[in-house]
Every structure is written in structure tokens, then in C-alpha cells.
């Protein structure tokens, strides 16, 4: 058993002063005023007096960190998720590039075989392959060689249970709504991404089946007062959540406040889309088969176009609440319960909640990871 005790503990109801919480295995057992919770004597005992405690991250699109990159060698997933824990990431999904679909299944086989022996980090959901069903206008740093058409049969042993959670795809091509269909069908996530859609053809794909967008305004058309496109069409629908990369680079600070003001927390998650240069210097580094020239602010291709980004997710949530002024209980879901929703997993993880998921983090008041939980293990604390 794990006892948390004196710390300031951020519930999807309330915030809890001088609370307590109590883990079992890897559940939350129980949770609440440290005078309603004592310890059990053969509990280990954490003093988090000044600290305060929320869900563990969960980052929907993280292409690599520590020099690694998981389209280049999938084999890099566990390494890196072993240093996640560092940032408050608990859950995550491996982002594969457009690249040959073999590459995909050798990262499927990395996943699904079982963690190694002595594993200790933040734990991999799926992947999340971002292409190759992108529109060729609008490819980013993606390797245009590999780009193809949409197809049922390139999708055939994609799902949860091979290893894949979210597919990323421009619905506007060609056979891209009956893939969407298919994909929905076996409960994978489908995300508008890396598209030239118009507004129209935008509710075509949710219709069909999409749900989510892809780092929102990167890699699609400009919002036009005429023709909305598709970030017109993600920013309006109710139902559609989003993803939003806040290093103030791929999307300014201002327009930050203007997505949070459409979608707020229940429908905006953040994303790292962190490359091979989180948490190491800069330099050259790989996405894909490809080099990124990164300095300390960004990392870009050699003709300029921005390949990723070198924030991790903690930065990403501070600077969520510096660009908008919103509070850290309002900011907290971007990351937490909202992404576990997207995911289908809201009832187990993303909330500090009775029979929830002990993945959890201690920060200080400032917002620096402390320490990291993941299923009721200690995985890293400073």
C-alpha cells in the first residue's frame, strides 16, 4: 500500500486541503480530508505538505524524446517511456509517421509483446499512427515518398487490440470516409489531420466517424470568413475535441486563447508532439527518415517547415495557463480526464477517483514534477 498525506489533491469535483489518499495494487482505494483517512501500519507513507496532487498525464502525440525516434526504431518505445515519468506523463501514445506500413507493424509487435523484464515508466496506450493517409499539400514533415491513398486493406489489423488507438488521416482523399468507418468500427480513434477539407467535406468525416483533430491549425487550411475549412469546422462542432501544440511556436499565444475560449477544457487536449530532442540538446536529430536541425526553441527541416516539438507536456500545460490566464484546476483536464476521454477510457483513468488508475503526479506549487506514480509505483521522484 502506498499513503499520500498533506497534500493538496485536485479531484474532478473539488480541490481537497490537507488530504490524504490510499493506494492498493494499482487502484485508488480511497481518497479524501487526511482526518477522514488514516494510515495503515504496513503503508508506505509519502509527506506531500506543499504539494499538490493531480492525475498523471496522458499525451496523445509524442513522436519521440532523448535522442530516440519511434518511426526510425519502434524498439525506442519502452527507453522513452521509461524517461516519460520526468514530465508527470504516466500514459501516452507513440506516434508513428508516414512511413512503410511494415514499420507500422513492427511497432504494433513492440507493444504488444510484454513490457520488459524490470520495466519502470509511463505506460504506452496504442500507437497513434499519423498517416500515410495525409494530403500531400498539406504533409509537414512528413516524408511525401511514403504518402499513399486511403484502403481498407492497409487497415485490416488495425485496432486496440493489435496496438493501435488513433489513426490520423486526411478525410477529404479518396476512400478516406469508408477507412474512417472501418476503423471506428473495430474502436480505434479517428483524427482529421494533415488536410486540405473543407468545411463541407470536414462534417463528412465526422459524420462518418471522426472525432478528433489533429494538432489544430498545424498542417491544414487557413480559417477563411468565407470558407471555414476545417479548423472552422473542428473550433464550432460540440462534439469534436482537439488537439493543440502550446509551445507558441506552431500556434500563437493569442490564437491559444481564442481555441480556449471555443472548445475549453472538455474539448481541448494538449500535446507535446515532442521529436527526438526532448530532454537533450541541441542539434540533428531524426522524424522519420528525415533530419531536423534543432535549436533551443524549435526543431525544422531543412527547407523551414516546423517537424515537431521539443516542449514536454508539463511545459505545455504551464504555458496553456500563461497564455490564457485560466487556473490550473481549469487547465488540468487538457491532459488528464479529457484525453482518457477521447480515448474511451474515462471511467478508468485521467481523475483521481476511487477505483481509478494510481497514475498520479506531485507538483509543486509552480508546476515542477516532484514525483510520479504509475499504477501505484513510485517511477520517479526528484
Request: glycine share 10%; with cysteine.
Amino acid at each position: 500500500m502506498l499513503y499520500i498525506h498533506q497534500a493538496t489533491i485536485f479531484t474532478p469535483q473539488t480541490k481537497i486541503e490537507n488530504g490524504a489518499l490510499l493506494i492498493e495494487g494499482k487502484r485508488i482505494k480511497k481518497v479524501g480530508p487526511v482526518k477522514d483517512i488514516p494510515c495503515p501500519p504496513d503503508a508506505v507513507k509519502i509527506d506531500a505538505t506543499g504539494l499538490l496532487l493531480v492525475p498523471g498525464f496522458i499525451d496523445l502525440q509524442i513522436n519521440g524524446a532523448l535522442g530516440h525516434d519511434f518511426t526510425a526504431n519502434p524498439e525506442t518505445i519502452w527507453p522513452v517511456a521509461a524517461a516519460l515519468p520526468r514530465y508527470g506523463v504516466t500514459t501516452f501514445l507513440p506516434t508513428i509517421i508516414t512511413s512503410p506500413l511494415e514499420t507500422v507493424a513492427q511497432a504494433q509487435k513492440v507493444l504488444v509483446q510484454s513490457q520488459p523484464d524490470g520495466y519502470r515508466g509511463a505506460t504506452p496506450l496504442g500507437l497513434h499512427v499519423e498517416g500515410p493517409f495525409l494530403n500531400p499539400e498539406k504533409k509537414g514533415a512528413h516524408n511525401p515518398k511514403y504518402l499513399r491513398s486511403p484502403g481498407l486493406q492497409a487497415v485490416t489489423n488495425w485496432s486496440p487490440e493489435t496496438g493501435i488507438r488513433l489513426v490520423t488521416l486526411a478525410p477529404e482523399l479518396p476512400g478516406a470516409l469508408e477507412v474512417v468507418k472501418s476503423l471506428v468500427m473495430r474502436g480505434v480513434v479517428v483524427s482529421a489531420g494533415h488536410s486540405n477539407a473543407t468545411y463541407a467535406q470536414a462534417q463528412a468525416a465526422f459524420g462518418a466517424g471522426v472525432t478528433y483533430g489533429t494538432h489544430l491549425f498545424n498542417a491544414m487550411p487557413a480559417l477563411h470568413h468565407r470558407e471555414p475549412g476545417l479548423p472552422g469546422a473542428l473550433l464550432t462542432h460540440h462534439n469534436l475535441t482537439v488537439g493543440l501544440i502550446t509551445d507558441g511556436i506552431h500556434v500563437h499565444p493569442t490564437i491559444t486563447k481564442l481555441i480556449w475560449a471555443a472548445k475549453g477544457e472538455q474539448r481541448l487536449t494538449l500535446v507535446s508532439d515532442a521529436m527526438a530532442a526532448l530532454g537533450v540538446s541541441p542539434g540533428q536529430y531524426q522524424i522519420g527518415d528525415q533530419t531536423v536541425t534543432v535549436t533551443e526553441t524549435d526543431g525544422r527541416l531543412v527547407d523551414g517547415t516546423l517537424a515537431g516539438s521539443i516542449i514536454s507536456l508539463d511545459v505545455a500545460l504551464r504555458n496553456l495557463i500563461d497564455f490564457t490566464g485560466c487556473s490550473l484546476a481549469k487547465a488540468l483536464p487538457t491532459v488528464t480526464a479529457t484525453p482518457a476521454s477521447v480515448l474511451g477510457l474515462a471511467n478508468e483513468r485521467g481523475s483521481i477517483a476511487l477505483g481509478s488508475h494510481a497514475d498520479m503526479v506531485l507538483l509543486t506549487p509552480d508546476l515542477r514534477v516532484v514525483t510520479t506514480i504509475v499504477e501505484g509505483q513510485v517511477v520517479y521522484s526528484t
